[in-house]
């Protein structure tokens, strides 16, 4: 296998979308191809990450619409779709082509449109991922699935609201001076949770979860190129590493898990990210958690072994994942802040680890960050992608 | 006849489970008996859900997931005013939802009393 390099990067301003999905793919794979000025070099493969636009844009076949749109014809093109982990499963697949010597230059994009169907119809179409007979039929919906866990959890290891909201807080802390982000406001402890006005800023929307413990709905498309390390001198810019890809499985129905407050899928897919690319958890300087809920961030720190079971929200307490902090988690806002376009979060994610690893990120920058991790989470935790990234080839 | 909702005993090992699986999850053999699930069970989890999908008029929907006396844990419906985890439930079969003029049965759990 060839080691593999993040070659360019693009991304659109996360939102209501100004653009149809295809112009937000368009403008993002755009950015990627002018990032790394690929010249007249031909990319060979190209991977589209999306979830929903059959349902809401009516549109299928997505990758071969995007080859038509840019021009890129007659280029391999296939869409990947993985649920809310399609970004980095279709990273992971572009991986696979380069590592494989099948194709040397990639292109990776997701993109996500999901307002132009109302919020209704928009999280009718996310609770399609849970199980038909078991879950969905119930009105079971993703919200509801994360209030359940988020119950189970808050009692075993004393993790409070005030917890969840200092998620919140930190995330759109960050989110603020990240101008790509979908949420640019800074809310506080008084807001969320004890002043006169909570019912109405911030009500429940599954309780234990209320408003601000949810992700927004957004629209947004982010690019990756990829390229053989042994030709990442060949583009503008600092390379960027893939060192290790772990994926894992598991049950569909939440309640068949033996310990429903337990995430296997997340630690499986961590250790094998950690394991293929030789590093621990104490190596990382900066990650991108998927914290669709805040109770994801406080479980997945833990599950990704950065912190004991059970000791992530006293991590964040301390700000110890705050930027600033020893462990920076979702600098660019995450999914909190910088908003869930779903099919594209996983390649936003690798988006935002490339600009901070190659000291681009700006006013979110974690200073001298050599070493990237991200966790893209499908379903409720039973398809889970880890990337680990590292600075320079 | 009375609407039931099925967990499935694999016909090789004697497991139950639900939802049914292609493989059982124990032996891997491929017959199964249906077993209406019924009886009673302990809430383990709930949530008031304001965050609905399509098909419901209602505010929001109560739901849980429930450890039963037969062996299997299941996802439902609450018709539960002040839900409590630990709480000793009991299993109905009612509508759960309609779609496009079909109504769907499943699982709604009322507190035991007494």
Sequence with gaps: MRDVAIVGVGTTQFGRAQWSLLKMMCEASHDAITDARIGDREIDGIFVANMGAGRNNKTLGIASALVDRMNLYPTPAEAIENGPASGASAVKTGYMAVASGMCDLVLVCGGERMREVNNLEATECVSYISHRYAEYVYGVTLPALAGMFARLYMQKYGVTQEHLAMVAIKNHDHGFVNRKAHIRERVTMEGLLHGPDVANNNPYVADPLRFYDCCPVSDGASAVLLAPASMAGDFAKRPVRIAGVGQATDCQAVHERPDPTELPAVRIAAQKAFQMAGLTPADIDVCELHDAFTILEIAESEECGFFPKGEGHKALERGETRLGGKLPISPSGGLKARGHPVGNTGVSQIVELVLQLRGEAGPYQVPSAKRGFAVNFGGFGNNVVATVLSEGV | ?114
């Design chain 2, 1 to 114: 006849m009375a609407k039931t909702v099925d967990a499935a005993r694999c016909k090789s090992c004697g497991k139950l489970m639900y939802p049914i699986h292609f493989y059982c999850l124990a032996c891997k053999g491929r017959e199964f008996e249906p077993v209406p699930i019924e009886g009673d069970g302990t809430l383990l989890t709930w949530t008031r859900s304001y965050a609905l999908p399509l098909d419901y008029a209602q505010l929001f929907l109560t739901l849980g997931i429930i450890q039963m006396d037969q062996g299997i844990r299941v996802t439902g419906q609450l018709d539960i005013a002040d839900p409590k985890t630990g709480m000793r439930v009991r299993a109905h079969v009612g509508k759960v939802r309609e779609t496009m003029g079909k109504d769907i049965h499943g699982l709604i759990f009322q507190p035991v009393r007494g």
